[in-house]
């Protein structure tokens, strides 16, 4: 069965910290992965996915996500953090046949100043 | 990008009441659509898929007769909670994804029964 594991619930960084937020996902064949944001009370804004071909996807807002089949991740990195980047991040896996997204638990992302 | 309306984006109501969510795919036509319930502080659980002229696809454990779902057209599905009671209050996000590209979400509606 499709899944998807975000261990991270909560991450507090300071500003102008790197950030790195993990995702595993399980999935029979090869997966179409996204990463969303989401900010209080507010829908999915898209940061970036991946598809196929290169592996290492850029996004908006300064994130980059590298999709690493061996280890079954795709992890969302940012090399400097801004305030404004307080959210809640959700890692998801879509099956292109169907159209659904399978949506990790979330990411809680605190920035101090 | 595409735009995904959803509408209301509040709504209280009273227990025992319906409440009806729209979502409208603005600039594409969306022969699927998708609608989605998140809980305080969770994640996103997908509850069914909406197909335009035919009956909506419940995920496992969703009531269809509580969550009625219809897709009269290609640019809009609405959600119906019938019968609301407190632990129906939740937040509630469609999506819908253009042929070729990702899918995009509504601005979701947060239901408070009262």
């Known amino acids: 069965a499709q899944s998807v594991t975000q261990p991270d619930i909560h991450i507090t960084v300071s500003e102008g910290a790197s950030l790195e937020l993990r995702c595993n996902y399980s999935?029979?064949?090869?997966?179409?992965l996204f990463w969303y944001v989401q900010s209080p009370g507010q829908g999915l804004q898209l940061l970036l996915k991946?598809?196929?071909?290169?592996?290492l996807v850029q996004g908006i807002k300064g994130f980059e996500a590298e999709f690493k089949r061996s280890q079954s991740s795709f992890n969302l990195r940012k090399p400097s953090v801004h305030w404004s980047d307080a959210a809640e991040y959700f890692c998801?896996?879509?099956?292109?046949?169907?159209?659904?997204?399978?949506f990790g638990t979330g990411t809680r992302l605190q920035v101090f100043p | 990008g595409a735009v995904v309306s959803q509408h209301p984006s509040r709504v209280i109501c009273k227990s025992g009441t319906s409440v009806k969510i729209e979502c409208r795919s603005l600039?594409?036509?969306?022969?699927?659509m998708f609608w989605y319930r998140q809980f305080p502080k969770q994640s996103l659980m997908l509850m069914a898929t909406?197909?335009?002229?035919?009956?909506?696809?419940?995920e496992q454990g969703v009531e269809k007769d509580k969550f009625l779902i219809n897709h009269a057209s290609l640019t809009l599905s609405t959600l119906t909670v019938t019968s609301a009671h407190p632990e129906d209050s939740s937040f509630y996000i469609c999506?819908?994804?253009?042929?070729?590209?990702?899918?995009?979400f509504g601005q979701g509606t947060r239901l408070t029964v009262v």
């Open positions: 999506s819908a994804r253009p042929r070729g590209t990702e899918a995009f």
């Open positions: 999935y029979g064949a090869t997966p179409y």
């Open positions: 991946y598809f196929s071909g290169d592996t």
């Open positions: 998801a896996v879509g099956d292109y046949n169907t159209d659904k997204l399978i």
């Open positions: 600039d594409f036509q969306a022969t699927t």
């Open positions: 909406s197909n335009e002229g035919s009956k909506a696809t419940y």
